[in-house]
């Protein structure tokens, strides 16, 4: 089992440019998570997702889109990056809901 | 919005000393979770204590709970260096999602 694994790891991009982040789990898990983390902000819920085909706002949704076509995976994108979003970004998964989370290694984003 | 806040921000102990954290919380919950995370890794998660049980142990980690001051503690017993990390709580905020605190940076000096 690979657990959760986040592509890519690391990325610079231009103010304006667009990626998507890829994050993808082989636990079966039905509940997944995007997260950002900064310097001394803990982590703020980006998007989620309770199943397949769904997806749900968190605290800090603004300048992110999600979907998540297949179980096993959920995608991050951001359309016109800007530097506030520079930024690690961490994916979960989760077996229950609020349930314990298992996480990803993280993708360390640098918008310039 | 940050349910959990932990306290102290940073903590910095001698190897073989304990280590305690705190986390306040502000609304009920139905259990709270705590996490460590190593620099520059992801969240792995230590334990959860459910919101009816008070005090939880796994090897030398040892939860408490107390739900009428909306707090909880992680301590950390014979800390060895591989203890340094940073250390997260994290509360469920209705049915489906987690909020996690700021964390406390916790280095063991040997």
């Known amino acids: 089992n690979a657990g959760v694994t986040q592509t890519p790891k690391f990325r610079v991009l231009k103010t304006g440019q667009s990626m998507t982040l890829l994050c993808a789990q082989d636990m079966n898990h039905e509940y997944m998570y995007w997260y950002r983390q900064d310097p001394g902000m803990g982590l703020r819920l980006i998007h989620y997702s309770v199943g397949e085909g769904t997806t749900a706002k968190g605290e800090v949704p603004d300048g992110y889109n999600v979907s998540r076509l297949k179980k096993q995976n959920f995608l991050l994108g951001l359309e016109s990056a800007a530097p506030s979003q520079t930024s690690v970004y961490f994916c979960a998964s989760s077996p229950t809901p609020a349930g314990e989370q298992y996480f990803g290694p993280g993708t360390r984003l640098t918008v310039t | 919005s940050q349910q959990g806040e932990e306290d102290p921000q940073a903590l910095s102990i001698q190897e073989g000393e304990n280590a305690t954290m705190n986390c306040s919380y502000k609304t009920s919950i139905n259990n709270l979770q705590w996490y460590r995370q190593n620099s520059g890794r992801g969240l792995v998660h230590l334990i959860l204590i459910r919101s009816n049980e008070r005090e939880k142990h796994s090897g030398r980690l040892r939860v408490t709970l107390d739900t009428s001051k909306k707090s909880s503690s992680l301590l950390i017993t014979a800390s060895r260096a591989a203890d340094t990390a940073s250390y997260f709580c994290?509360?469920?905020?209705?049915?489906?999602?987690?909020?996690f605190g700021q964390g406390t940076r916790l280095t063991i000096n040997p």
């Open positions: 994290a509360t469920d905020e209705g049915a489906q999602k987690l909020v």
